[in-house]
T-cell receptor, first 110, second 115 residues
């Protein structure tokens, strides 16, 4: 069964706006990762946040993790048309392999 | 550019054909993975190899047969597939099998169509 559930399923914004995607999960984790996938392509790792971290930044990306609520958010600031893609959270449980959520499809309009 | 190379990019095969998907990485990673991804769905784990040994088989039908000839190569042999097996097959690698602590590097995928 899937561990992570992203919200919203689809998001459409204008270039320059910020995009926020949320991920909820069910069991305890070692870390949580975010990946991007352009249509029909492979996944690209964006950022990893460990269970003892609360916030992490990478360029225009900001990830938060709330282990008490079992949730994470990915914020993309000043979005660009090139950010158009599907975004997946992936949880690394204490036992077992990485589990991907259903994904959020982001569309950034120029 | 991805450092995990998958061939072919596209494959069309009949239900009686035998074909193979290939994956190669030269990052010195010791864990390699096969994922299957249907349209608008997340990737689903199929197999995990750790130090060239099969460590995970997620109840995949025997018409899919993985092989890891060495630490850089991963194959997926296909035989007697069904149309519902049509999907994007993704190969990934990580430094060690402890995917719980590190990132996965994905190839661009092989788009398989079974007629």
């Amino acid at each position: 069964s899937q561990q992570g559930e992203e919200d919203p399923q689809a998001l459409s914004i204008q270039e320059g706006e910020n995009a926020t995607m949320n991920c909820s999960y069910k069991t305890s984790i070692n870390n949580l990762q975010w990946y991007r996938q352009n249509s029909g392509r492979g996944l690209v790792h964006l950022i990893l946040i460990r269970s003892n971290e609360r916030e992490k930044h990478s360029g225009r990306l900001r990830v938060t993790l709330d282990t008490s609520k079992k949730s994470s958010s990915l914020l993309i600031t000043a979005s660009r048309a090139a950010d158009t893609a599907s975004y997946f959270c992936a949880t690394a449980p204490s036992q077992g392999n990485l589990i991907f959520g259903k994904g959020t499809k982001l569309s950034v309009k120029p | 550019d991805t450092e995990v190379t998958q061939t072919p990019k596209h494959l069309v095969m009949g239900m009686t054909n035998k074909k193979s998907l290939k994956c190669e990485q030269h990052m010195g990673h010791r864990a390699m993975y096969w994922y299957k991804q249907k349209a608008k769905k997340p990737p689903e784990l199929m197999f995990v190899y750790s130090y060239e040994k099969l460590s995970i088989n997620e109840s995949v039908p025997s018409r899919f047969s993985p092989e890891c000839p060495n630490s850089s190569l991963l194959n997926l042999h296909l035989h007697a597939l069904q149309p519902e097996d049509s999907a994007l097959y993704l190969c990934a690698s990580s430094q060690v099998r402890l995917a719980n602590t590190g990132e996965l590097f994905f190839g661009e995928g092989s788009r398989l169509t079974v007629l």
